[in-house]
């Protein structure tokens, strides 16, 4: 909250309050999903395909990816057969992500 906001005149004050009111209500349709694609990135668009809700199938914007890859192989010496990740991830690259439609 800013008080008092000195605009110069009401048309930017006008964009002004647009812009916030879309910032408030742009996580109205928040997406997440899990994907094997490493060239996600935050800030891209991507368009979605063959999903089974129609509804989705649109262009949506990146708001965060979290990488997540494994490789134990590499510390062959360090490893233990015995320990197993709690989800089960125990080698590759996956990462999880949050979307919002492309025209917000």
């Known amino acids: ?19 916030a009111l ?3 209500r742009s996580d109205y349709e928040l ?5 094997d694609q490493p060239h996600l990135r935050c800030g891209h668009l991507f368009d979605l395909t063959d999903h089974p809700r129609k509804k989705c199938n ?3 914007l990146l708001l965060s990816v979290s990488h997540d890859g494994r490789q134990p192989n590499v510390l062959e010496e360090a490893v233990t057969p015995d320990v197993k990740a ?19």
């Open 31 to 35: 997406g997440e999903g899990e994907s």
């Open 58 to 60: 649109d262009l949506w």
């Open 22 to 24: 879309e910032r408030h």
């Open 86 to 104: 709690a989800d089960g991830f125990t080698q590759g690259y996956r990462n999880t992500f949050r979307v919002i439609p492309a025209q917000v």
């Open 1 to 19: 909250y800013r008080y008092p906001l000195l605009l110069g005149n009401e048309k930017r004050g006008d964009h002004l309050a647009r812009q």
